[in-house]
């Protein structure tokens, strides 16, 4: 029923995912970016010629060892285009455009693009400080007297097939029953939904969406090693960013003086730090007040430079057996950094990662789903949506003197979820009370009580400021 509905409501928003197709995994490609060959190459049944796409992919995204190669063809005037990564720059006091090729470590001194290119192409990059996903084609500047040789751009065809159209999505959400639309997600991320035993498995690994979908969201995940942390946070959305294990300074989170750059917390939708007990900090006390400050408020000063940012922050890392406990301290594994109570309780919700089964090869997705790449531009579109998140205020009662931390974390983390389950939820008038309590505050409350379990282990402080009690407003109920 679920495949037929599908079908009925997101026709051209689907790709035939098969866990056989071993093509993608070997070449280690993106979802989003696997899902958009599937949908170009295959045929109306859903499947593809496996040797064919795998050329396909050859020719169009090249991997770093073949760059030596592209660029001299490039500078022997022979143009290339391929599908890559992308990042434009534009210099104020010489009027001048540049770009970067992250993956190329291609960097602003070696490229340029004219102005007529830029008047063609700029409306792709404008909208966004991140990098772009995109066809690139360049060209080369022979230097002269004058100038070095310059990397050109001389087009660019942005990576977008789908038209993200929320108002859509939320109207087909309404022909799905709850546990249609669960397994609908699931597959949309790749998972087989057949492969979960229970509900709360289901419920716990979307858990690891709300990131995605609601803004300045920063939640603790710790879990056994083998649940998939890793996969879903580098692969569903070009949006995040994935960072495991190596170094994170303040001048890469939040801005960097020497390169006059914006970090991470402005470019990305969220920063999971994976593998969190490896990750140095070298300028921990800088970092720890950068933090303090941003996850209170998405903003930062480092040095004479204020911002802001939309990235939530997500640490990931594993857990023993013997701390699977909210009973116990469960951080004592976690860097100094993020030891210390007041930066632990701006963290808004806490993730029991051992509840998501390990990964498997019956939990790869096999059948129709949405595509991931239509399916990441939907959740970045519910970031900005704001209808849940009025909702949630109408429906919640807060009781007075409730802490302000706990009352944003459990509200934000509420938000989260109706906008991932209950999208189509347009007025109070359409809610389901017991669905909303049971699957959207409930799990909030949870989340953000779990934090504060933690809290009084670290800090006894704590214990004089008890989670507040959360309910629904009377009258809001249906008979």
């Known amino acids: 029923m679920t495949e037929e509905k599908l079908q009925k409501n997101f026709k051209e928003m689907i790709v035939k995912k098969n866990n056989s197709q071993n093509l993608f995994s070997t070449l280690s490609i993106p979802s989003f970016i696997r899902d958009w060959f599937l949908r170009k190459y295959a045929d109306k049944n859903g499947d593809i010629n496996a040797n064919f796409v795998a ?4 020719e169009v995204l090249p991997t770093k060892g073949d760059w030596p190669t592209i660029l001299d063809a490039i500078m022997n005037g022979e143009p290339q285009k391929f599908l890559g990564r992308i990042k434009t720059f534009l210099d104020v006091k010489t009027g001048a455009v540049y770009f970067e090729l992250p993956d190329f470590a291609v960097t602003q001194s070696m490229t340029g693009i004219s102005p007529n290119i830029w008047a063609k192409v700029k409306h792709n990059f404008l909208r966004s400080e991140e990098d772009t996903w995109g066809i690139i084609e360049l060209d080369y500047m022979q230097p002269d007297a004058k100038t070095k040789g310059k990397l050109m751009l001389k087009s660019f065809q942005a990576f977008c097939p789908y038209t993200a159209d929320l108002k859509y999505y939320k109207a087909a959400r309404a022909d799905f029953e709850l546990d249609e639309w669960l397994d609908v997600l699931l597959s949309a991320i790749d998972y087989n939904p057949a492969a979960f035993r229970t509900e709360d498995e289901k419920m716990a690994l979307l858990t690891r969406l709300l990131p995605f979908i609601e803004k300045r969201l ?11 942390k890793s996969y879903l946070f580098s692969n569903i959305s070009k949006y995040g960013w994935l960072a495991s294990g190596g170094v994170m300074t303040r001048a890469k989170m939040f801005y960097d003086m020497n390169r006059k750059e914006e970090g991470l917390v402005s470019i990305y939708d969220y920063i999971a730090l994976d593998e969190i007990s490896t990750i140095k900090f070298p300028d921990a006390n800088e970092m720890q007040g950068a933090l303090k400050g941003y996850l209170e408020s998405g903003a930062y000063t480092v040095g004479n430079k204020s911002g802001k940012g939309d990235a939530g922050v997500v640490l990931l890392g594993n857990i023993p057996h013997d701390k699977m406990n909210a009973e116990v301290n469960m951080f004592e594994t976690l860097p100094p950094i993020f030891k210390e109570s007041a930066l632990i309780d701006r963290f808004h919700g806490f993730l029991e990662g051992w509840r998501i089964p390990r990964m498997s090869e019956s939990m790869k997705v096999c059948g129709w789903a949405l595509n991931t790449e ?22 919640l009662i807060i009781p007075e003197k409730s802490d302000t931390r706990d009352t944003t974390a459990v509200k934000r983390l509420c938000t989260a979820y109706t906008k991932l389950l209950f999208p189509h939820w347009k007025s109070v008038d359409d809610i389901d009370c017991e669905q909303f309590e049971k699957y959207c505050l409930t799990p909030a409350i949870k989340m953000r009580g779990i934090i504060k379990q933690q809290l009084c282990i670290i800090d006894k402080e704590y ?7 959360f309910a629904i407003k009377e009258g809001y109920a249906k008979v």
């Open 374 to 395: 239509y399916f990441s531009e939907i959740m970045r579109s519910l970031r900005s949506d704001l209808s849940a998140s009025d909702l949630v205020s109408k429906l």
């Open 218 to 228: 920063n939640v603790i995940e710790l879990a056994p090693k083998g649940t998939g």
């Open 463 to 469: 214990l004089k400021y008890p989670l507040p009690e």
């Open 55 to 58: 050329q396909k992919i050859k």
